[in-house]
């Protein structure tokens, strides 16, 4: 029997072989890491949903952001927990808020790590949603000045970057105008443009204590079931101002991510949320699954299908596999 001229193995047969014509190539300044910063002092608290990850009050978290710098990690996207909760949620947009001081900590600490902060209402309201609520119903243009509001007090505080997940219609460009229109021109927005009402959420929901107290997001956050509207999203994003667009989640959605890439030229992100994490931790914690294999898989999964920049609980532990 004749075999093939083509021998698609021969380019297999080392590590060495593997890794001289490997196609896509995971590097550490593709990650962000999460970090979750809440009221008090000298507060390093695990958060019992997410192994590994912790609340740090703001005078704690720099300590783990220059342990985050010196892994190589260029970037953390923040998260913060509210002195107190009310409808409107007015702890997100104080100067002094937590993550206000979180910022300015891991500024004087750490200069030159980005800081992106997370932009939303719902860890801060009391009734658990994203936006105001009028009658039962969210309601969006109102939302959009507290939104505006948050960007702009966490830009003053020395944020790099503002990310707002609320999934308002017109966010973007609200927060565009506002930051503008105060000189703040070169402040970054990447917005979580295709954003599913996903299951996948759920641990993060304990961490942030952003649970809905009635109903869900379902009617601003997308249906899992449609592609084509994720792309009419990102593009009205675009339209508005935004600078990098986001797919959250990460693994259920790589179509997505993929149709992001191939749609637009800009930088493509991707959240490999709390659930996709927890759930390589459980089935790890069982001996089901080699963890740093399947992290590592996992997050080049990711990249594979077309994220420049991956969002991810894992970034530490990645970072040191990486530097092997």
């Known amino acids: 029997m004749r075999f093939p001229t083509t021998g698609p193995r021969r380019l297999r047969s080392s590590e060495a072989m593997r890794r001289l014509v490997r196609q896509t190539r995971l590097t550490v300044d593709n990650l962000v890491y999460p970090l979750f910063t809440c009221p008090g002092e000298n507060v390093k608290e695990p958060i019992t949903s997410m192994a590994g990850c912790f609340h740090f009050s703001p005078d704690r978290i720099a300590e783990e952001a220059a342990e985050t710098a010196s892994l190589g990690i260029g970037a953390v996207l923040l998260f913060g927990l509210p002195v107190s909760k009310d409808a409107s949620g007015s702890d997100a947009y104080r100067e002094d808020s937590t993550v206000c001081q979180a ?127 994720a792309m009419t999203e990102m593009r009205l994003d675009l339209e508005e101002g935004a600078d990098i667009l986001m797919v959250k989640p990460a693994l259920a959605y790589l179509d997505i991510i993929q149709r992001a890439r191939q749609a637009f030229d800009v930088p493509i992100a991707a959240y490999n949320v709390s659930g996709e994490y927890m759930m390589i931790q459980a089935a790890a914690k069982q001996g089901l699954v080699d963890l740093e294999a399947i992290m590592m898989e996992t997050l080049l999964s990711i990249k594979r299908a077309g994220a420049d920049i991956l969002i991810t609980y894992f970034a530490k532990e990645a970072a040191k596999v990486l530097a092997r």
Do not use: W
């Open 103 to 229: 910022i300015r900590k891991i500024k004087e600490a750490v200069p030159d790590l980005l800081v992106i902060t997370d932009v939303c209402l719902c860890a801060y309201t009391d009734h658990g949603h994203c936006g105001l609520i009028k009658e039962g119903k969210i309601d969006n243009d109102p939302t959009l000045d507290l939104l505006a509001k948050m960007a702009l007090v966490h830009t003053q505080a020395g944020a790099d970057m503002v990310a707002p997940s609320d999934m308002m219609d017109g966010r973007v460009g609200r927060i565009r105008s506002v930051l503008d229109d105060v000189g703040y021109t070169d402040t970054a927005i990447m917005s979580y443009a295709a954003k599913y009402a996903s299951a996948y959420y759920g641990p993060f929901r304990e961490a942030a204590h952003s649970a809905p107290q009635g109903g869900d997001r379902k009617s601003y956050q997308m249906d899992p079931g449609n592609s084509d509207e």
